[in-house]
């Protein structure tokens, strides 16, 4: 049974193939993520509690509508982004299941995959405690995403 890395060399070796600099490489995933987890997930992170938190109704909606529309894509970029960093490791022939990193993106992928479920089923029926598990696990996913990015940094200074 061929492993993970055997799978994706015939996809890295293409992108190898069209002499894309080191830096760009080595640097691109984490600068391109670095905007999705602190620019993106942070607003997404904000509008959520802003919309739960704020007594003010035109807010409180203005924000949820904001959440709504924002977070699906920090989703798929977040998605995106994980086969671009796998790819990344591939590339350089690094070892992607070794790693830290590789395993805290995938609790945030799960996390936030839960949390989508949760909003697709609008709450289970608008179900207060749904909202809150929501929140929580949308809060959880952004705490392990600094985690992530420490992880991830400490990846690229070491290869």
Not at 39 to 56: C, K, N, P, Q
Not at 140 to 155: E, N
Request: charge should be positive.
């Amino acid at each position: 049974m061929p492993n993970l890395t055997e799978i994706l060399e015939p996809i890295a070796a293409w992108f190898r193939s069209l002499g894309v600099p080191e830096p760009i490489v080595h640097w691109g995933h984490p600068a391109m993520m670095a905007i999705v987890i602190f620019v993106m997930a942070t607003f997404v992170g904000v509008t959520g509690w802003r919309s739960r938190l704020t007594e003010d109704k035109e807010v409180a909606v203005h924000s949820r509508n904001s959440h709504r529309k924002l977070a699906p894509w920090m989703f798929l970029f977040m998605m995106l982004g994980s086969l671009g960093g796998v790819l990344s490791l591939v590339m350089q022939h690094k070892p992607i299941l070794e790693s830290s990193h590789f395993w805290t993106g995938s609790i945030v992928l799960i996390l936030l995959a839960i949390n989508a479920t949760i909003s697709l089923t609008k709450f289970g029926g608008n179900r207060s405690g749904l909202r809150a598990l929501h929140a929580y696990l949308g809060s959880t996913a952004l705490c392990v995403m600094l985690l992530h990015a420490v992880f991830g940094f400490r990846l690229g200074i070491s290869i």
